[in-house]
């Protein structure tokens, strides 16, 4: 299986000096390594476990998302191939990093203009990754599409053509706006004078999703997990999670260097936001806990089936029922309760809760990131019944507010 990693490799002493991140491929018996075009000061560099160091630091969300992207990058090409020849990988290193050296603009294919655009793209790795799934799906439906073959009846078809694959309604939906991103960016650059993609319309059904409500959080706090620490750590960041609104990009962040007063300060990865959350209690007890830090990241993967077996032990009970649109038809699946929570259920618990307790939203999405107030509400998760709840107590705040005035 073919594996990427960053190294450096130096001499020197100077923590302040920049030193050289290189990139190694390896696979079988060949292994590769070429500079990665990135350096970084040595004190942010863990010699001992090759990787940046968790510290924080100016630029390291970038730094960190153009490795990724570099790492993705390679791998992909690599699958493609069935044989990987002696200097592959600085062939393509210097491609990636220079590609107006190689493409030839007076013959150059809507596919490799999209390739060389979202190389160029300086959005971070979790936006550009769906570029790529959208950029397959077209190849694979059309290898020979260009810009002027993409009109109403290409919209319907390639639409026809995913549902066929059995893609979830979303995720078509996803894809047809991708699609509209690269038209668009190669419109604004007058690669191409075709306006039909303006009128593509995004798929799209409300997905269902669950949260927490506070007590559920208590019950997750409380829980003795000193049998199980792996479960015990797992547990902890969720609720970092629940108590900050933190995407899972950025919880690594949560540490007391970004810490000041009774604020955490950080910059948002995926939207490159700066915000400002209260320190509540519970992260403020788990990372006195964790010595100043949160409990090691570990992949998105196992930190789900984990958080899932936490939620089991607290005794999540009730039967769930999901649906949703695949392959064109409408499939529903019972499921525990437990068995629907993942990472993502902390920072919509967090947006929830403080939605129900009547916390003004423009304030929450100030946390969350959230542009929109739509958007805001179609993310949040309040059940009817809820909202008939919130109206309940809303009138009688004012009965009593009322009686209050009609006494003094």
Request: proline share 2%.
């Amino acid at each position: 299986m073919a594996k990427v990693y960053f190294k450096v490799n130096t001499k020197t002493d100077d923590s302040k000096k920049d030193v050289s991140i290189r990139i190694r491929f390896k696979i079988g018996k060949i292994d590769q390594s070429t500079a990665s075009g990135e350096s970084v000061q040595l004190q942010y560099w863990d010699l001992e476990k090759q990787q940046l160091k968790r510290t924080s630091f100016k630029g390291k969300d970038n730094l960190l998302s153009r490795l990724k992207k570099l790492e993705s990058h390679i791998l992909d090409l690599a699958s493609k191939r069935e044989n990987i020849e002696s200097g592959w990988l600085l062939l393509e290193v210097d491609k990636y990093l220079h590609p107006n050296k190689y493409v030839k603009k007076d013959s150059q294919t809507m596919y490799e203009w999209i390739e060389a655009w979202i190389e160029k793209s300086e959005n971070t790795y979790h936006t550009i990754r769906p570029y790529y799934s959208t950029l397959n799906s077209l190849r694979e439906f059309a290898p020979t599409l260009e810009w002027d073959d993409i009109d109403v009846n290409f919209y319907y078809d390639f639409v026809s053509h995913l549902t066929k694959q059995g893609f979830a309604k979303n995720t078509i939906g996803a894809r047809i706006k991708n699609l509209k991103v690269f038209c668009n960016a190669a419109f604004e650059r007058s690669v191409h004078r075709n306006i039909a993609y303006q009128a593509f319309k995004k798929l799209t059904e409300e997905s269902f999703n669950i949260y927490l409500n506070e007590d559920e959080l208590t019950t997750i706090y409380e829980l003795d997990l000193s049998a199980h620490p792996h479960l015990d750590k797992v547990r902890d960041l969720f609720l970092v999670g629940c108590w900050t609104g933190c995407r899972w990009s950025d919880l690594d962040k949560v540490i007391s260097d970004n810490i000041e007063g009774n604020f955490i300060r950080l910059e948002q990865q995926k939207t490159k936001n700066r915000v400002t959350i209260p320190l509540h209690s519970i992260v403020k007890k788990i990372l006195e806990k964790h010595k100043g830090l949160i409990p090691g990241m570990i992949s998105n993967q196992k930190f789900n089936d984990y958080i899932k077996d936490v939620c089991e032990l607290a005794k999540f009970s009730g039967r769930v029922s999901k649906s949703i649109t695949k392959g064109g038809k409408r499939h529903t699946e019972v499921m525990e309760k437990w068995e629907m929570v993942s990472s993502h259920t902390a920072r919509r618990s967090f947006a929830t809760n403080l939605y129900k307790s009547g916390f003004p939203s423009i304030s929450i999405m100030s946390i969350t990131g959230h542009k929109t107030e739509k958007a805001f509400l179609g993310y949040i998760k309040v059940n009817e019944q809820e909202h008939a709840e919130m109206l309940e107590k809303h009138w009688a705040k004012m009965i009593s507010q009322t009686t209050l005035d009609l006494k003094n």
